[in-house]
């Protein structure tokens, strides 16, 4: 006979055959439950079946009775084991017919689902590894372009720096020249003293409102040519509005006798101011005020210039007679021959070292300082 697939010969209960004593009792557990353990469960029942026998015959003896009473002990112990391995049994049983109900079909449809777990695992991972290794590479990638394009990189970045400067530098002057915002409000002057400087700031008004970078500088110095004292100046700007003229006025060398008094000449022979006095610290030049103009003049205010400052106070006149025979005066009362403006540092010097050897020696005696030849000072007695 062809057994069924899943079939376990184990669990088909036993035929009884002629061997066997009786039916068993209802209530009793048959042999199939006895499996395993029937060999001790069935030695317990034997006692008690005796002795269930002798109490249906009448027999009682203490032998008997004690029997009884092991016998009925055994019973109850035998029902207790064999309750307690049924139990177990019908658990294997339940575990077995479970496992063989599943089939080939379920097992095989279980491993598929394992291995395509596993299958879909392996594809996680390895898709996740595979996203690293793209990342790496990219970044090796990138690291390797850096390190090629360094040297047009740098280059790049200088052009696009020198462009910048240069976009702002166009720009600043464009704003500089052309824009409102750089234009002319205010004027300061500085320096004067005999110059009015509200003249001087009202004669360049018409400067007002143009951009700084485009101030006139040839309008300024037609306007400030009609202030005769004005020596020199120099204009400076503050952006982003104001424009700074510091004037340098000219300053009086000598003295000019005139009808009204004294004219206060400068080297240029420019009269800067009239004073009716003589000032205690300018030398009076002796020439002819029409003569302001000529060489000899110029001479003259040459060598007071090239006085040191502690020594010009101490020259009472200067004249001269041609450009190369200039004379001063002391106010000591004695007399310098200077002879030409040439080397007039190194004669002043060696004024300055004849005096002081003088006034050692006799200060009260008028004398005659020779430095015409600068290497060769002479002092002579005035006769």
Same mark, same amino acid.
């Given at each position: ?9 184990? /669990? ?5 055959? %002629? ?7 209802? %209530? ?26 002798? @109490? ?28 307690? @391995? ?9 575990? *077995? /017919?479970?496992?063989?109900?599943? %089939? ?8 598929? &689902? ?16 595979? &996203? ?51 234009? /002319? ?6 320096? *004067?003293?005999?110059?009015?400087? *509200? ?17 006139? /500088? ?5 306007? $400030?040519?009609?202030? +005769?004292?004005?020596?020199? #100046? ?5 952006? +982003? ?18 009808? =009204?008094? #004294? ?5 240029? %022979? ?12 300018? +030398? ?36 001269? =007679? ?5 004379? $001063?005066? $002391? ?18 010097? $060696? ?9 050692? &020696? ?6 005659? #300082? ?14």
């Amino acid at each position: 006979m062809k057994r069924p697939e899943g079939f376990d010969e184990r /669990l088909t209960p036993r035929q009884p055959s %002629g061997s066997d004593h009786a039916k068993p009792a209802p %209530g009793q557990p048959s042999g199939a439950a006895r499996s395993g353990r029937g060999g001790r469960a069935a030695v317990r029942e034997r006692p008690a079946s005796a002795a269930r026998a002798r @109490a249906s015959s009448g027999a009682a003896t203490p032998t008997d009775a004690s029997a009884g009473a092991k016998d009925g002990a055994g019973a109850k112990d035998g029902a207790v084991v064999k309750a307690g @391995a049924g139990a177990k049994d019908a658990t294997d049983v339940s575990a *077995t /017919l479970a496992a063989s109900s599943r %089939g080939p079909k379920d097992e095989a449809a279980a491993r598929l &689902r394992q291995e395509s777990a596993a299958a879909r695992a392996r594809v996680q991972e390895a898709a996740q590894a595979e &996203r690293v290794a793209r990342r790496a590479r990219k970044l090796a990638e990138r690291t390797e372009v850096r390190r090629f394009t360094r040297r047009s990189r740098h280059r790049r970045a200088a052009w696009i720096t020198v462009g910048a400067v240069v976009a702002v530098f166009a720009l600043s002057i464009v704003v500089a020249v052309y824009s409102p915002i750089m234009a /002319l409000t205010r004027i300061e002057v500085v320096g *004067t003293s005999r110059i009015d400087r *509200t003249q001087v700031q009202r004669a360049l008004d018409g400067q007002l409102g143009t951009p700084l970078a485009r101030v006139n /500088l040839g309008e300024i110095k037609q306007q $400030l040519a009609a202030f +005769p004292l004005i020596a020199s #100046y120099v204009t400076a700007e503050e952006p +982003p509005h104001t424009l700074v003229v510091t004037i340098t006025e000219r300053q009086p060398v000598v003295a000019v006798k005139t009808s =009204s008094g #004294y004219a206060l000449v400068d080297p240029a %022979g420019i009269v800067v101011e009239s004073d009716p006095q003589k000032p205690a610290n300018l +030398p009076e030049a002796t020439i002819d005020p029409s003569k302001l103009n000529s060489p000899v003049f110029r001479t003259m205010t040459a060598v007071v210039s090239s006085l040191p400052a502690p020594m010009r106070p101490t020259v009472a006149s200067v004249t001269a =007679s041609t450009a190369d025979d200039v004379t $001063l005066t $002391l106010t000591s009362g004695s007399n310098v021959v200077w002879g030409s403006p040439e080397h007039s540092a190194a004669k002043a010097t $060696l004024l300055a070292a004849l005096i002081k050897d003088h006034q050692a &020696r006799d200060p009260q005696t008028k004398v005659e #300082y020779d430095v015409s030849a600068p290497d060769n000072g002479i002092i002579r007695s005035q006769g």
